[in-house]
């Protein structure tokens, strides 16, 4: 079983940068496609950053400009920078993940979340 543990949420004020980190653990073989969600209280879940075990990265309208996705392959760690934050982005944001394991499995998972709240 592959678990995601996302870490760097918090209050920060409108205009501030926030940077999250997620790590797996587990028999994980390769991983894929990482990606970040988030939540906002009373709205569906939305994909705020994606990005391919190639590299490629595609982002929500809402924050192009302002997040940057990035990956560390050696540590099987994806980032999600955030800048000019403001009060629309706060939101429990989600770590998101597929891949194999050490098993020949596919594992598609998701860490437990972790709150950002943007104040004005």
């Known amino acids: 079983q592959v678990q995601l543990v996302e870490s760097g949420g918090g209050l920060v004020q409108a205009g501030g940068s926030r940077r999250l980190s997620c790590a797996p653990s587990?028999?994980?073989?390769?991983?894929?496609?990482m990606g970040w969600h988030r939540q906002a209280p009373g709205k569906q879940r939305e994909l705020v950053a994606v990005?391919?075990?190639?590299?490629?990265?595609n982002y929500a309208d809402s924050v192009k400009g302002r997040f940057t996705i990035s990956r560390d392959n050696a540590k099987n760690t994806v980032y999600l920078q955030m800048n000019s934050l403001n009060p629309e982005d706060t939101a429990v944001y989600y770590c998101?993940?597929?891949?194999?394991?050490?098993?020949?499995?596919?594992?598609?998972?998701w860490g437990q979340g972790t709150q950002v709240t943007v104040s004005s």
């Open positions: 998101n993940a597929d891949g194999l394991t050490m098993k020949g499995g596919v594992f598609n998972s």
């Open positions: 587990g028999n994980i073989f390769r991983i894929g496609t």
């Open positions: 990005t391919t075990g190639g590299g490629s990265t």
